[in-house]
C-alpha cells in the first residue's frame, strides 16, 4: 500500500487481558487512551470487545493525522509507563499493526494480520450503509437549524457531523458485526 508520511494513520490493537485483571486492565485502558488524547493529530480511538467464554478479545484503533504524530506517542514516556501496566495485566503479548488509507477501516475485526483486505466491493458496501444510516438521520435532525443558510454552509455542517460518525462509529460497527462475511474462513476441503 502506498502511502506518504503525511497520510493518517491508524495503529490496531489487539489484546487479551488475564483472568481476574479485566476490569482494572479496561480502567488502565481508559487511562491510556486519556493520555494519548493529549498528542497533537490524535483523531480518535475506537475499542471494541468480542467476548468469547475463556477470555475476551480487545480490538483498540488508535488514529493519527500523520505518522510522525503518531510515532510521538509511541515512544512518549506517558504512553511506556501506560503501556508496560497493561502488559502486566495481560495473559500474552498484544498484536499491533499500522495502516494507512481506507482499508484502516476494515483491520481491526480480525486478528491474522496477515490475512489480506476484504474484497473492495464488500467495503464498498460497508462504506455505503455507514453513510446511509449516518447522513439520513443527521439531515433530518439538523435541517430545521440549516434550512435559512446557504446550500454549501449546510452541508459543510452535515460532513463535519456525518464523517466522523462514519469514520469512528458506524464503520467500525458494521465491520465488527459483519466479521464473518467480510473475512470469511477459508475452505480447507
Known sequence: MHSTDSDPVTMVVTA???PGNQKEWEQTLTNTIQASLKFPGHLGTTVLKQESRSRPTYQ???RFDRLE???RWKNSPEREHWISRLHALEHRPPVIT????LETWFEFSHQDEHRPH???????I???IAVYISII???NLIRPFTSELHFLIGSAITTSI????MTWVMIPLLSWLLQKWLYPEPNHS
Open 60 to 62: 483498540i484503533v488508535l
Open 118 to 124: 476484504p474484497p473492495k466491493y464488500k467495503m464498498a
Open 126 to 128: 460497508i462504506i455505503w
Open 162 to 165: 456525518t464523517v466522523p460518525l
Open 137 to 139: 438521520p443527521i439531515i
Open 98 to 101: 499500522h495502516n494507512t488509507g
Open 69 to 71: 504524530n503518531l510515532e
Open 16 to 18: 487479551h487481558p488475564a
